[in-house]
């Protein structure tokens, strides 16, 4: 079955970095994108980027370009999220989804999520 | 602010039908697809209705999605104390570098 199992929570102070895996099993990890999406306490799903796992190519958010790095690592099927210059704005769960389609972004919508990691980020 | 309003509660008693709207944009649901999303809390999201009507295996046909100009709709009906959760509606939108948008959630709640 398919299983997207992440990383666990994340304690950082305003200005470090944060780097969150996706250890993905069940299925060709090649064949499907990566999305990471977080959570804000009390909030909304908000879209932060993906990842082809294919070729390694990423399209991130406007709002995280500059700070957000997404990596893969195929002999591990396991996927990185990585977020830098970390502010108190940035505490959320973040989980990463993969993409039922993988095919045009447009298109992009997410049939399996992880549980999500909790990142807490103080001033 | 979200992208997408959504209402940010709605409430039934169980049996009843309920709806909760999702407006866009013509960047957005006016050109793209429609997907609704169910979360439980403590929980992660799940897939609910995609291409705006269809549903998932294993989503009873009580979850109902539709689409309308700039708008979407859900509809839920013979409410169930188990349908109590939170639903994001989603679509692409084209501006700027184009990303991903979620509603900000309507809380459903079962009296």
């Known amino acids: 079955q398919v299983q997207l199992v992440q990383s666990g929570t994340e304690v950082k102070k305003s200005g470090a970095s944060v780097k969150i895996s996706c250890k993905t099993s069940g299925y060709d990890f090649i064949r499907y994108f990566i999305h990471w999406v977080r959570q804000a306490p009390g909030q909304g799903l908000e879209w932060m980027g993906r990842i082809d796992p294919s070729r390694g190519t990423t399209i991130s958010a406007q709002n995280f370009q500059g700070r957000l790095t997404m990596t893969k690592d195929t002999s591990t099927t396991t996927v990185y999220m990585d977020l830098s210059s970390l502010t108190p704005d940035d505490t959320a769960i973040y989980y990463c989804a993969r993409d039922a389609l993988s095919s045009a972004p447009k298109l992009s919508y997410f049939d399996f999520w992880g549980l999500g990691s909790l990142v807490a980020v103080s001033s | 602010q979200s992208v997408l309003p959504q209402p940010p509660s709605a409430s039934g008693t169980p049996g009843q039908s309920v709806t909760i709207s999702c407006s866009g944009s013509?960047?957005?649901?006016?050109?793209?697809?429609v997907y609704w999303y169910q979360q439980f809390p403590g929980t992660a999201p799940k897939l609910l209705i995609y291409?705006?009507?269809l549903r998932p295996s294993g989503v009873p046909d009580r979850f109902s999605g539709s689409k309308s100009g700039t708008s979407a709709t859900l509809a839920i009906s013979g409410l169930r104390s188990e349908d109590e959760a939170s639903y994001f509606c989603a679509s692409w939108d084209d501006s700027l570098t184009g990303s991903v948008v979620f509603g900000g959630g309507t809380k459903l709640t079962v009296l």
């Open positions: 013509n960047s957005n649901i006016g050109k793209n697809y």
């Open positions: 291409r705006e009507s």
